[in-house]
């Protein structure tokens, strides 16, 4: 097993640290993805791990399978489904790494997955969580995800910077974001200690952006790195515009915005029920797509009854 031991590595350039890292990643019903996102940690070749797979509510214990891929997992059964937030939060306490990296078990790594974002959080003591750019695993020479935009405190919404953009190095910089990436994101365990796990109550979407808001209301910064990468196989678990997605990005964004915007509540309001609610019924009345129009449905009478209020 790798020690929770600082260690020095030879880079070209110059000599860092390498403290040690715990990738923490969930597993629910479908460790072919897992298996393969396991085998490819070995090109980070990076030589400090911990590898941590919370089985979340699958319906067979899958240890031996992680095993026979990454004979040093640790992999942590739970019997029910907790959610991205519950399950992380799980995978977390067991972590021994100064570092905490959440990746989606349907990303693959490269040789710049790690490293860089060690180099910048060892120099750059104000980080809090940083992200890589991801690229698509099926298209990498287009960008998901380099950065997010702040989110508006009167409409709710943001946008990703460079999603599905053409890769020619325009994000390869190193840049302050309001978000880190859920399916990529590396934290300090003391600012995990400091601000506490992710809200549960979530359970599904927009709880690692409330997890952002908690680490820059700390005094820390979110950062991205564009020189650090990782390939993502995007919703290979929910499905594209699955009612589940529908359902759970509806409802929570509207906790979200109850929560950190509470001033600007009417306002938001206002803007969901005149503009929002009529034109995404309207659109998928249209094209027939009545179970997505159920969860939508379902998600704003939801979410117009938080249960996360501070």
Known sequence: MYQ??????TNKTEDIATPLVSIVTINFCNEKITMEMLASISKANYP???????DNGSLKDYTKDFEQVYPEVKVIVSEKNLGFAGANNLGIKEAKGDYVYLVNNDTEFTDRTILPLIEKLEKEKYIGAISPKIQYFFQPDHIQYAGLTAINPF???NKMIGHREKDTGQYDAFYETDFAHGAAMMIRKSVIDLVGPMQTDYFLYYEE????ESIKKSGFKIYYDGSANILHKESMSTGKNSPLKMYYQTR??????KRHYPKNDLFFKSFIFSFVIPKKLIELLVFGDWNLAKAFYKGVKDGL?????N
Do not use: Q
């Open 48 to 54: 400090a791990l911990e590898v941590i797979v919370v």
């Open 155 to 157: 409409t709710g919404r």
């Open 209 to 212: 952006l409330d997890w952002c």
């Open 4 to 9: 929770n031991k600082p260690k020095t590595a």
């Open 252 to 257: 929570n964004r509207l906790w979200f915005m």
């Open 305 to 309: 009854n938080p249960t996360i209020t």
